[in-house]
């Protein structure tokens, strides 16, 4: 036999993966694993239990605690009592439990690698390889934001018990992505494993014991759906943070809006892997088979649409199929498979429903011919849909399995539009040898992540989350600790419900005698023009004693509407360079500073005088103040452990609708709509319900300072009306509400359909004549969201 021929038939044997230690530590535990709760393992209170399984097998693995309302009650309970002391450890001290943790993680990483791919199916040398050495780099790199937290956060304190509800796919990295964050910022934790794969959060767990955790601090329940629905709606949680479908996405959204909890939302994908013809087609190819076959395709940003440039589909086709002839499906435990089992039966048959379905809807079903499946456990062969229409369901709806979507495009602009046709936004993989082509389109693409030349990439230092219905906060980096972390202010700002001035009441202060008395007439300003309200009605304007000033219009439904789609249309805002934005608000800034007498002559027959002068006075600085923002408020450049880096952006989040607070009526309006402009948003306002006239002296002034019509729209009215519409409109990409508690429960409760953005006051009373509160970075950080931009370099 020659070497060639040799070399031609060589085989693969089997490797497989010693699974004896993970075997033992299951056998310690009797194979019966109670909660950790309060630092000890304990049996569930109801002492129901239920199986978790092998999917390449079929066979049981360990029986553990299915949690009840009094298990989550426990665990609650001892998140809360560990806070204190949890707190009041210096960050060093936090630091090294964290350091420890990432240390024991890498001592047992064999056993977790084993236990995570016997429980989840997904290959081993995924789990090895990728899985664990990612869950310690995440730890390590928290310890180093333990230690530094006060010098880096200066201000911010911990929100307090985080509860926490992680999915099945990558079991183990989501507990480190949800638990190290929380505890580098002084949270405690009860965290929820999904119901199919609990058994390396219970193995971490132990490790917990370990290394000495304070008892308390991290608590792990395990259970199904309804355990995660009982820790979501418990009193005594101040955070949610969850990671699954868009659907529970959803109803934890509902579920949490009547409440004060923070919430962070990592939801599904459809993510876009577009090849230009100028690729390197075959390491696209590569890429392809990491970006789609990874741990099954069950990836919440699997590039699971394949988007080709016309002229190279074909050859691209071509390479894909021969690719995936070479791929191995098999015993996950085999250290040579690529594919491994899908996670459960439930999931299998969801994956074999939606491509019968691409296929009724007329995509072209390929799969290996002769490629060789297990004769048993939930194995799914890698499959090419290609022919998808790109609004048939498999184009628009997650999968969730080894399935592709190929469809293709003609120039980079139309790969942009079908890339951003999706409700999701969670990652794109862009491959092209030119790089400004590359840079343009990831600066497009409506995603929190976008891989060049490369794909699948994560680090610890370098923020993770989605755009749109993917969901809102980040996971990792700077940004993924501020979903953890409020300011302090905030925290202990009394809640009290913004009163709107009442007009019975005496003035507070002597009214200027010189405040002109007339009988103004303001208009809605829509698109850059006044305009005059749909209804025709308006409604009067009194001062603080009684005096008619004048009367304002009252918008309804269609006029937001029109204000909403002139916002759109003005969206090349964002686009404008940072400096020309800053000369913009330096010029309001101006032209106010020109009227500001009027301005508080006017604003002192509601405020009195005093406060007129003192809104006008501030409301100016902090103009200029986001003027200074506008080209200062940039991002990163990360330096992940790979030959790449990555460019964290600060991008707009879009349009948004903005619920101004009664009591100040041209301070309030100015500390909100200033920031979000000044990062590129485009703004629908609806002014003070007290003094909605303000509208009159502020588009005089935009009108005059070169804002592009659009940018800023006004919409005066009844505001818990126009918040509705706002709310329930599905081209708002958020929602700031600073009109009191029960705006604010509104807004969260009527913006679920697209899982809007909600910034808020929650109720909590804030001094907007304080810089500390009433400007700077907490309301810049919610303008914009962060897009990371990964770029290899090197040869
Ligand atoms: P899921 O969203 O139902 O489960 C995720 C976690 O949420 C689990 O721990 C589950 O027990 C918990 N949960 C379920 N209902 C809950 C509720 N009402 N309140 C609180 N917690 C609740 O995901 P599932 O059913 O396992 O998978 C269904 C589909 O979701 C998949 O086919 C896939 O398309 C998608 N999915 C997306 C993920 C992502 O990371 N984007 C992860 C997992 C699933």
Redesign the pocket.
Known sequence: MSVTEKFLSMEYGPAPEDPREALVWLDRHSRKLGHFIGGSFRAPAEGVYFDTFDPSTGEPLAAVSQGSSADIDAAVAAARGALPEWQALSPHARARYLYALARQVQKHSRRLAVLETMDNGKPIRESRDLDIPLVARHFYHHAGWAQLLPQEFPGYVACGVVGQ?????FPLL?LAWKIAPALATGNTVVL?????TPLTALAFAEICQEVGLPAGVVNIVT???????E??KHPDVDKIA????????R??RK?TAQSHKKLSL????KSPFIIFEDADLDSAVEGLVDGIWLNQG???CAGSRLLMQESVAETLIGKVRERMSTLRVGSPLDKAIDIGAI??R??LE?IQRLVDQGVAEGATCWQPPSLAMPSRGLFFPPTLLSNVHPTSTVAQQ????PVLAAMTFRTPREAVELANNTVYG?AASVWSESINVALQVAAQLKAGVVWVNSTNLFDAACGFGGYKE?GYGREGGREGLLEYLEPEWFKRAPRSEAKPIAMDQPPEQEMDSAAPTIDRTVKLYIGGKQARPDSGYSTEVRGADGRLLGEAPLGNRKDIRNAVEAARKADGWARTTAHNRAQVLYYIGENLSQRAEEIAGRLGAVVGREQAGAEVRAGIERVFSYAAWADKYDGAVHNPPFRSISLAMHEAVGTMGIVCPADVPFLGFLSLVMPAIAMGNTVVAVPSETYPLIIGDLYQVFETSDLPGGVVNMVSGRSAELMKVLAEHDDVDAIWSFAGEASSTAAKSLSIGNLKQVFSDEGRKIDWFSSEQGEGRWFLHHATQVKNIWVPYGE
């Not at 259970?223 to 629905?229: A, I, N, Q, V």
């Not at 969850?242 to 996405?249: H, N």
């Not at 990592?266 to 994908?269: F, H, I, N, R, S």
């Open positions: 509800i992680i999915p099945w796919n989501m929820k494993p999904a119901e199919f259970g199904d759906g309804s355990t995660g629905e820790l979501v969850f990671t699954g479908s868009t659907e529970v996405g109803a934890i579920a990592e939801l599904g994908g069950q990836v919440c996670v459960a439930v999931q969801r997650e999968i969730f399995g969670l993917s």
